[in-house]
């Protein structure tokens, strides 16, 4: 009885669509239930995507993930926590002041910023560990925007432009998280951000150099190669600051070397090191306050080296923010880099420190974080923000509980706002430059993390180099550019020129090396001892490129059919390219079947590659084309332009076989849309259709089954000695069914235990390559 036309076959035929492939030519199995599978709906897949009061509830609670752990919060948290906040607020202090001049700002926007980030981001935060401030790269970046910014706006101060950058960044950030958009980080790979790191603190370490020497007459602001040419002529400009500088500088990594070494010495005292060594910064920026304090408290108006002076108490500069379309159009050529950068450096530190500390971010939820933060930031005097490397990592290692430990670290950011200013007035410049530079070298990727690139893929160190080069050449700015367009024409070069492999059978058994006692008495050789049930058909790579042993002998499943493998999905990129490789085999390793079918020679299209007087050759012993078999493995969906290709590609094939044609068998097929495209575009049927009056019982099919389970299912016959059934033929349905007995494969269809794994509407949609070349092979012994 013919089904029911539904409206979407009515409006399919309106429109001149017609697709009479029978989804009811389905063999009746006896003693399996079969199973027709259903294509999936665009109504589906509405429906999927179609938010639901439910889950707009759980995305506004997911938007302040604090709830979930706030009211478990206890007293060992709040010990860790406190610890963990009052370390990072001791070496925040010093470097938010250091960052600040790197953001040609006065010191106390480095605090503004430090007080706003920490402050806010626990209360978005996925991570316990980050934390969120000024850093040197970020801060780097900031610097170029005010110095362009003020050329063409001199009327308008440096911070009023530090700030509108942060607003519109913030915003733009938000907005990606809200939409949940964090995955786009991904893009950026791992090459590309160490090498942004590694230039960029090349970049950094090159300008402070000149304010560590007190050499004069300097641009810190040009190229970093420039920089290190015109510090290197400027040498006999060095003043008294190379004193405090360069001391500090050794300062800091002798009691980081010490600390280190003591603490393999005495690992007993490790924690007690850590400590000390996370605190050096604090030390030094001490020790040479109270050394300038000493040289300089009679003589304020000419100190004897360039030192702080004056940073306003409290919060001085609070007001809402400047925006306006003067200000934007100033930056706005630097805002995507300042997006990226942000992005970039947050992100990968949260993920790197939640792998170490066994938990996982949310990369659109920490997007929120840093753009609140960035957006809340700047009312009172902040500039742009993101996470510190240096800062987590020690907050880490302090025992750090829960993102709480970030309102300890602004408590004590707001002390030194109130109490500590005077302090600050005689911090040598030279000794906070000491400290940028200590704190960027650590970012430098180490020669052994490039060597590891260089075994991994050879191309991810051309990546890192790119940029690196690029940084020193020229900004930091460009570094970042050439790294994500050099990522990305790596991608696409992958992507589109990626081969697949033609595939062939062996045979092959699972063996376990084991030493046998007597066998060569006294060796320690031992003996490949083969399984006696794990004989199955393996699919290798004819040519052996995947490293395969080239002596394992691989063959043809049978003349004339081909198995290829896609490498990198089956999209409109490279769907081209994949059949070109495959049509090239085709015509290399075949020959047509009927060459009188080609006609006259002016009847030929004039690029047809056949000779002028095409013969019968019968000295050729290749096989006609009957098969192709496709792995679908690595493919996740596909789109139309693939689509269309593989239908030219059918058709140039069917006239290559003419007057037969050529059977298309898909394997692996792991998507319901993959398998609708594939259907429309008439593959996964019988070719060619079956005629009037023909029915399932004139052809054959392999498919394959599986058991339901239970006491007295296959599974457990098989236990008891019997074998399982995987594949079954049709036509010989009864013989293969045979192994097990009528209690074990009952006869009514409503209670048997044998099922088809996949719809028989799609004979030619297989399992795996086991079931398609059976298939293939047995519909040609059928032709």
Aim: proline share 6%.
């Amino acid at each position: 009885m013919a089904a029911t036309p539904t409206i979407k076959d009515r409006l399919a035929k309106a429109v001149g669509y017609e697709s009479d492939y029978p989804d009811d030519d389905v063999p009746s199995i006896s003693n399996a239930d079969p199973f027709i599978e259903r294509e999936p709906t665009v109504g589906e897949f509405l429906a999927e995507i179609a938010p639901t009061l439910d889950g707009v509830g759980r995305y506004i609670y997911s938007l302040f993930p604090f709830i979930h752990w706030i009211g478990k919060y206890n007293v060992i948290w709040l010990i860790g926590d406190l610890v963990a906040g009052i370390t990072v607020g001791a070496v925040v202090v010093p470097q938010s002041m250091a960052y600040a001049q790197l953001a040609q700002l006065p010191v106390e926007y480095g605090l503004y910023t430090s007080f706003m980030g920490v402050l806010i981001y626990w209360f978005f935060a996925t991570s316990k560990d980050i934390t969120i401030g000024p850093v040197a790269v970020m801060s780097s970046v900031t610097g170029d925007v005010v110095l362009r910014a003020k050329a063409q706006l001199p009327d308008v101060e440096g911070h009023v432009i530090a700030s509108a950058l942060a607003i519109i960044a913030g915003a733009i950030i938000v907005f990606l998280g809200l939409v949940r958009l964090g995955w786009i980080v991904e893009f950026i790979s791992l090459p590309a951000i160490c090498s942004f790191m590694t230039g960029s603190a090349v970049n950094i370490i090159a300008g402070q150099v000149p304010k560590l020497m007190g050499i004069t007459g300097v641009n810190t602001r040009d190229a970093p190669f420039l920089v290190i040419i015109n510090s290197l002529k400027n040498l006999p400009t060095t003043q008294l600051d190379a004193a405090l500088g360069l001391t500090s500088l050794l300062m800091l990594y002798a009691i980081r070397f010490f600390c280190t070494f003591m603490s393999k010495k005495q690992p007993q005292r490790a924690r007690t090191y850590f400590f000390l060594s996370t605190l050096r910064t604090v030390f030094v920026i001490l020790l040479y306050t109270a050394i300038s304090a000493g040289v300089n408290l009679h003589h304020k108006k000419t100190p004897s080296f360039s030192i702080i002076k004056d940073v306003p108490r409290g919060f001085q500069h609070a007001a809402v923010p400047q925006v306006n379309s003067r200000i934007i159009k100033a930056f706005l050529p630097d805002l995507p880099a300042s997006v990226i950068v942000l992005l970039i450096e947050h992100i990968s530190i949260s993920k790197s420190f939640g792998r170490i500390n066994n938990y996982v971010i949310d990369p659109s939820q920490e997007l929120v974080a840093i753009g609140v933060s960035n957006l809340l930031g700047p009312f009172l005097g902040a500039y742009p923000a993101t996470g510190s490397f240096s800062r987590t990592a020690i907050k880490s290692k302090a025992g750090v509980r829960t993102p709480f430990a970030g309102v300890i670290t602004a408590v004590v950011v707001l002390l030194a706002l109130y109490a500590l200013t005077a302090v600050f007035y005689y911090i040598p410049n030279a000794a906070l430059a000491a400290v940028i530079i200590h704190a960027v070298g650590d970012v430098v990727t180490p020669p052994k993390v490039i060597f590891q690139f260089w075994r991994v893929s050879p191309l991810e160190v051309i990546i890192f180099l790119a940029g690196v080069l690029t940084t020193v050449f020229s900004t930091i700015e460009n570094g970042i550019y050439v790294t994500i367009a050099v990522s990305f024409a790596v991608l696409v070069w992958r992507l589109f020129l990626s081969k697949g492999r033609m595939l062939g059978v062996a045979r092959i058994r699972t063996a376990r090396a084991d030493r046998k006692a007597g066998f060569k008495s006294g060796a320690e050789d031992a003996f490949a001892e083969e399984s006696s049930e794990s004989s199955r058909v393996g699919f290798l790579p004819l040519d052996h490129a995947d490293g395969s042993n080239p002596r394992v002998v691989v063959q043809s499943p049978h003349p004339g059919i081909f198995i290829y493998r896609f490498a990198e999905g089956f999209n409109y990129p490279n769907a081209s390219h994949y059949l070109n490789h495959l049509t090239e085999v085709i015509f290399k390793e075949t020959r047509r079947t009927d060459p009188s079918l080609l006609g006259k020679i002016g009847d030929r299209p004039w690029n047809d590659p056949a000779p002028r007087h095409q013969k019968l050759n019968e000295d050729d012993s290749r096989p006609t084309l009957k098969a192709i078999i496709l792995d679908f493995s690595s493919v996740n969906n596909v789109d139309v332009s693939s689509a269309q290709t593989l239908i030219d590609v059918r058709n140039q094939l069917d006239r290559y076989a003419a007057p037969n044609t050529v059977d298309w068998h898909f394997a692996n097929i792991e998507n319901r849309w993959t398998k609708r495209a594939l259907a429309a575009a008439g593959f996964g049927y019988r070719t060619p259709k079956p005629g009037p009056g023909e029915g399932a019982g004139h052809w054959k099919t392999i498919f394959s089954i599986a058991d339901l389970g239970g006491d007295d299912s296959a599974a457990r016959a098989a236990e008891l000695g019997d074998k399982t059934v995987g594949e079954v033929d049709v036509e010989n349905a009864g013989s293969d069914i045979s192994r097990f007995s009528d209690k074990d494969v009952p006869r009514n269809p409503g209670s048997a235990r044998l099922v088809a794994v996949q719809g028989l509407n799609r004979p030619y949609f297989h399992f795996d390559l086991q079931e398609a070349v059976e298939a293939a092979v047995t519909n040609v012994q059928r032709t």
